[in-house]
């Protein structure tokens, strides 16, 4: 018993719901991503121009002939800030939409037996399984995914390698299948890679 507790070959309950809680957050993430960029820096705007824009907000005369304003610039800034605002708000209703309803984890091992589960967000870095995870030798035991899986197989045999022959190894969301695609290492016994789609 100490042995396999000091190696941990038997995890914990709080360690495998942090390991879930990873794998469902890198699932997010590239949801996220995909959405597009939400970053706003000032670092398209000098301090002069900064400056400038201060003292036409507040009222106040410039002091100096270096201080001017280009309309044309500081329209396109502004333009780039507001998408950035779009996308929060996108990722944000996609996020619920894709993970705040029950979706399928399906998860591919060396082997190519797939660990299948249904899971749903129910809070911040909280989440409950809906259907518990099975393991499938094949995945058409699965008939409710078989056609969601031949689908994925035919838009990606010709893009990348399929793990257990139908889940593509590579880490992207996918807008026309509206799955995400992820791993963080090589399928092995333990490690998966992984498909998340909505149910």
């Not at 309803?101 to 870095?125: A, T």
Request: glycine share 8%.
């Amino acid at each position: 018993m100490a042995t396999i507790k000091r190696v941990g070959a038997v995890p914990n309950i709080l360690t495998m719901n942090d390991k879930k809680l990873k794998i469902i957050g890198d699932a997010i993430g590239l949801l996220n991503g995909a959405m597009g960029n939400s970053g706003k820096t000032s670092s398209e705007l000098s301090a002069d121009e900064i400056q400038a824009l201060l003292c036409a907000y507040l009222g106040e005369t410039p002091n100096g002939n270096h201080l001017t304003i280009d309309a044309i610039k500081c329209q396109k800034v502004l333009d780039k800030y507001n998408e950035a605002d779009k996308v929060v708000v996108r990722r944000v209703e996609e996020t619920k939409r894709f993970f705040g309803n029950p979706f399928y984890m399906i998860g591919s091992d060396e082997y190519g037996h797939f660990l299948v589960g249904k899971v749903k967000i129910v809070g911040d870095k909280q989440y409950e399984i809906v259907e518990p995870f099975k393991r499938y030798k094949d995945i058409t035991e699965r008939e409710d995914l078989i056609p969601v899986m031949t689908m994925t197989k035919l838009a990606n045999e010709s893009k990348y390698s399929l793990q257990g022959g139908y889940i593509p190894i590579t880490d992207k969301y996918d807008e026309n299948l509206d799955a995400v695609f992820f791993y963080n290492t090589r399928a092995t016994h333990y490690d998966y890679i992984w498909m998340v789609t909505p149910c």
